[in-house]
């Protein structure tokens, strides 16, 4: 892990690196692939998971954390990089060096890498729906990043989505909250003039909320 946080810092990102931060998220993507592995035993009581399909997938889980935890802040071809000198520093059993590790997600039910393009969906877009801009078309990078956020989401970590203009930030965001059916997406916009009073308006609309000490 120290040789990781220590690689990654030598790296580019696009937001000052500092340890705790890239802790914070790899740490909360591990307890993630906990929950996965909890919530799979639980869909198939008569067939759980043994000691050892555990330990297979959380190994290559650890490293898809690093990836994405440690190194959630880089761009695009410093991460694929940075996953390249992954696979050469780890023991961990790695997927075809045909593919870049940044392509590949490990599945619990199998413990085994696999391609992220194989869960893109083929679909037919009607004409209608072409032109509208809630229209999301799955690639593997939405794939991919949908499972990161949702992830980050279900152990209620916050998290900045970087990117200019028209990089896809907020359709990613809407596709994810879309396969989340117990959050519902508010928009609150930020100026020099926005008083706390109307995040506790929106608070107040939208949350149950409680004053204590």
Not at 99 to 120: G, N, S, T
Request: aromatic share 8%; hydrophobic share 40%; with cysteine.
């Amino acid at each position: 892990m120290t040789s990781t946080v220590e690689l990654a810092q030598t790296l580019p990102h696009v937001m000052d690196f500092t340890r705790i931060r890239c802790l914070e998220a790899f740490f909360a993507l591990v307890r993630k692939g906990l929950s996965n592995v909890a919530e799979y035993n639980e869909n198939h009581a008569d067939f759980p998971l043994s000691d050892g399909q555990v330990a297979a997938y959380m190994t290559k889980w650890l490293v898809f954390c690093a990836l994405w935890g440690i190194g959630g802040s880089m761009n695009l071809q410093t991460r694929t990089e940075f996953g390249e000198e992954l696979r050469n520093m780890s023991n961990v059993d790695m997927p075809s060096a045909a593919a870049p590790l940044l392509d590949h997600e490990v599945r619990v039910d199998d413990q085994a890498w696999h391609l992220w393009k194989k869960r893109v969906p083929t679909v037919q877009i009607e004409p209608s729906k072409v032109v509208d801009a809630t229209t999301v078309i799955n690639t593997v990078d939405t794939c991919r990043h949908q499972e990161v956020l949702c992830s980050w989401l279900s152990e209620h970590r916050p998290f900045l989505l970087c990117g200019p203009p028209g990089s896809g930030k907020t359709m990613t965001l809407m596709a994810t909250l879309k396969m989340l059916t117990d959050m519902e997406m508010i928009f609150i916009n930020f100026s020099s003039s926005t008083l706390p009073d109307l995040i506790l308006k929106t608070f107040d609309h939208y949350c149950e909320y409680k004053k204590t000490p």
